[in-house]
């Protein structure tokens, strides 16, 4: 969330890109640092996956993630 907040601080920008365990988490961190980032949640755990399911998961994300970068 940190590094979110200052690649948009520098007008790059950025999407968070998580677990969906850390939905309430993000949205919390949020609220604290008063900015509300673009976020991507993909399936959660993601510790135990094969390399072959962790590019499935970015392959899935990679549209939302394209879409939150370009939206106005």
Do not use: C, K, Y
């Not at 980032?37 to 959660?44: D, Q, R």
């Not at 390399?51 to 939150?68: F, G, H, Q, T, V």
Request: avoid cysteine; hydrophobic fraction near 45%; aromatic fraction near 4%.
């Amino acid at each position: 969330m940190h590094d979110i907040a200052d690649l948009e601080g520098r007008d790059i920008p950025g999407v968070g890109v998580a677990s969906t365990e850390f939905i309430d988490a993000a949205r919390l961190q949020s609220r604290a640092l008063g900015f509300d980032p673009a976020m991507v949640f993909v399936a959660h755990p993601i510790q135990d996956r094969s390399d072959d399911e962790m590019r499935a998961l970015a392959d899935e994300a990679l549209a939302r993630i394209i879409e939150s970068l370009t939206r106005p």
